[in-house]
């Protein structure tokens, strides 16, 4: 067995013990990536020397004694939005193609402070909008599972890196999805916190009333590691809430007598593929037999959730993103004529469609006239969601849904079909509209071998119970099974 | 509905070719035909008068960043200022 196949927080277990060091773990990563790189596509930039460097600190560190945290040289991808100080942060875009950040996101500065190994900076959508990787302007990344089919997105690049052993761990962020349902496509462990739990501080902006970066592994043990890593107050997030967060990692026992687990009609309607509503009923039915009860509920409202999801998105991306406009950094235009024409061209040039359709969307139902028929009704929407939600948490611990509805699609098949696209995340954006946790977990294969997600939604700050309700899943299921490539 | 793609787009200091301009109708059109099937709320009682956002107070950090390193990203940078196109004539 190679180093890389091994999951973080044996790899964890194996450097405080001496047998392995930091700096063969992180060649091992890097060969893996020589190896296979070619075919994936998930990075944007790779981090080799600095991250050698860091691994022979930690190397160094350890050899005189030194106590270390459980994340000391465990090399870990970072999404291409959250800022790495000196490292380029393109957001896929070629709006900031050579943007290289003065700082670091407040959750880099976490992992790097516990002597977490840097690789790298993963694919993504451009500015986080899409759901196959495919809107990046650099490159599109393969599902490791099938190099024919998209890794999902937006953090397709962080899923596939995973899933293809190119990272130990991964760093991804959450809008509407981003993270959950890459997951559930190349059949890694994906968790969303809940808002306020992890800092932004230093992810550029999409939604910022839904974004939130959070953690993947090949199993939920190195999800609850990283996530433990990266939760807790921060004073540059007005939105980072003030509270203790208990290990997750240490809490995980599997044991889930008692546990009630919602089961919401609306998420198992005709826009779900019944193979995958299949195999997300076997694995709850798998939890049942370990004793958990299952408990039918409604969610009345899921069905205009991404009618609201893509109003309120759209509506602050298209004021987040009215900073690109070509003059303190970014792309500008050539010899602009004048500062309107500078902006213009600037933005025209410098976003991809995608981009661009949405700030369209989000100025229209902005504008004036509109801004109640559209903005007014989905925010109204947002507090009927919520509402439900907790009524439905009245009665149950968990709610276990599908994450994706269906398995990963061919590269190609939905990009020109916006509405298309945007079903793809139909299972998933109630919860940022709510603002709760939900963890991915791999339940089952398509016959094609592509993987299936389950999501577990939580209450508020409750991850320590969907982790633990996964973890228990995960000793049924059996864990991450590596594809060929 | 038809949105006025141009005028928008104005608005967001986009440009769209003229021959791009049918797409995105048609894809803008599809978007608004989608989110015009939410149904219309009277739960403004839903809306919690006494939850308003907490602000920050604003308050003077130790900024440690010096000026050439904020000025690293700026695409076109005389004398330790930012240029931009005359903006007044």
Redo the contacts between chains.
Sequence with gaps: MKLYEYKAYEQSEMLKKGEISARELTESYFERIDEVESKVDAYITLNRENALLSADDVDKKRASGEALDKLAGIPIGIKDNISTDGIKTTCASKMLENYEPVFNATVVNKLKSKGAVITGKLNMDEFAMGSSTENSYFKKTKNPFDLDCVPGGSSGGSAAAVAACEASLALGSDTGGSIRQPASLCGVVGLKPTYGSVSRYGLVAFASSLDQIGPFGRCVKDVALLQDAIAGHDKMDATSVKMDHASTFDSLTGDVSGLRIGIPKEYFGSGVNDDVKASVMQSVEELVKKGAVIKEISLPSTDYALSAYYIIACAEASSNLARFDGVKYGYRCDKPKSLIDMYERTRSEGFGREVKRRIILGTFVLSSGYYDAYYKKAKLLQLRIKDEFNRAFEGVDVIATPTSPFEAFKIGEKVGDPLSMYSADICTVTVNIAGLPAVSVPCGYSKNGLPYGMQLIGRHFDEKTILNAAYAHEMCFGVFKAPKL | MN?D?KH??K??????DDSELSR?ES??S???G??E?????D??W??DENNAM???KDELSDDK?SRE??L?????VVAGC?V????VD
């Design positions: 949105v793609i928008v787009a608005l967001a200091r986009l440009k769209i995105y894809e803008m599809d978007i608004i989608m989110v099937s939410m149904p219309d709320i739960d403004e839903l809306v907490e602000l920050r960043l390193q904020i690293k990203n700026a695409p076109k930012v931009v196109p005359k903006t």
